[in-house]
């Protein structure tokens, strides 16, 4: 595939590198608003900062949704211009690439609005010979199917000039502010340009919705009675699954290929998407799973419940979960269980 292309104006790529530049200890970002081409390129005729009511923190950053709504309301009904992603910084983190939780919530994003394109700008420090002294490198990356975790190599072509959007927002009387950030911001702060690389999701599609339900050699647990969410849960975010079909895919089918037709199976994503719910029934007992990632598969909870008036009882201890208790073995044992034995003839 031939490298995507983020047209970006000299204004706006100096927003960007003004606010990385003045926060070198947070993260912080903003919005991005613009055009795209039939070929799937990008232009960006404008970047705002964050909104008051940003959440900037040390490792996570969220733009003010009031504000990014209020924008790309006015942007499209004064330019034809919509909000096309979003852009923030990992500031000195040593992360050169988009975290799980950032291709994760661009995954929800998707899923919830139905726009598959997207763009991610990161902005980080690049090396230097003093301490938190580098430049700052922001580096593209165009999703050509966000629900399906499908991305492209990404370069960054910069325009001369002030954005016209830009210049007709400041021409106004009076000017429109609010998170414009400060013009000229950027002009003296040394800065690279970087390319993404691609990231091709894999051949085999589960549904965007609901990820679909595994049906294989097991049923789906429609009739099974929910289990209630955990609320001692917590740190979810630190088992953040970036690509959940992939997951799904690599991990959870090929641990569920001895399971027998009287296991009925479930997957789907939890509540808040960051996670994967596999729920194994049979006999009627039922084990609910929770499923993420702590640089490989692991079963973040796993609540059981021996009848449908049983209360359910977690079975993942606090030693378990820090160490990180492995998908297959956890499914293997539980399928063990689940299943009838063999029976063998005299």
């Known amino acids: 595939m031939s490298r995507a292309v983020v047209r970006v104006f000299e204004s706006e790529l100096a ?12 993260e912080t970002g903003g919005s991005l608003f613009g055009l795209w081409t039939d070929g799937g390129n990008l232009t960006v ?10 959440v900037r923190a040390a490792t996570h950053f969220e733009q003010d949704p009031a504000t990014h709504r209020a924008v790309e309301e006015s942007l499209v ?4 211009v919509q909000a096309v ?24 994003f998707a899923r919830r609005t139905g726009r598959t394109r997207f763009c991610d700008l990161l902005t980080y420090f690049g090396p230097s010979g003093r301490d938190r ?17 499908r991305r492209a190599a990404t370069g960054i072509v910069v325009l001369p000039g002030v954005s016209p959007v830009r210049e ?11 998170p414009l950030s400060v013009q000229g911001a950027g002009e003296h702060v040394r800065f690279e340009l970087a390319t993404s690389p691609d990231a091709d999701g894999p051949p085999t599609r589960i549904s965007a919705r609901a990820l679909a339900v595994l049906t294989g050699r097991g049923r ?13 849960d917590a740190g979810r975010s630190d088992f953040a699954i970036a690509d959940l079909t992939e997951y799904v895919t690599e991990h959870v089918q090929p641990a569920l290929r ?10 789907q994503p939890t509540a808040d998407g960051m996670l994967l719910q596999l729920t194994l029934a049979a006999r009627g007992e039922q084990h609910v799973l929770e499923l993420g990632w702590a640089g490989g598969p692991v079963v973040v909870s796993h609540r059981f419940r021996a009848g449908p008036d049983v209360a359910p009882r977690e079975l993942v201890t606090p030693a378990e979960r820090a160490a990180g208790v492995e998908v297959a073995s956890r499914v293997g044992h539980v399928l063990a269980t689940l299943q009838p034995p063999v029976r063998r003839g005299r």
């Not at 005729?45 to 940003?54: C, D, E, M, N, V």
């Open 220 to 232: 789906a647990a429609r009739d099974q009675p929910r289990l209630t969410e955990n609320p001692e």
């Open 85 to 108: 992603g979003l852009w923030h910084s990992h500031h000195h983190l040593g992360l050169t690439e988009l975290s799980g939780g950032d291709l994760n919530r661009t995954l929800r």
């Open 133 to 149: 002294d580098g430049p700052v490198v922001v580096k593209p990356y165009l999703h050509l199917d966000a629900a399906a975790g």
């Open 77 to 80: 009904e004064r330019f034809g």
């Open 45 to 54: 005729f404008l970047a705002i900062g964050p909104g008051p009511r940003a």
């Open 258 to 267: 001895t399971a027998s037709a009287a296991v009925r199976c479930e997957i």
């Open 168 to 178: 007709a927002l400041l021409a106004d009387d009076p000017p429109f502010v609010g």
């Open 15 to 26: 927003q960007v590198i003004g606010e990385t530049d003045a926060h070198r200890s947070i």
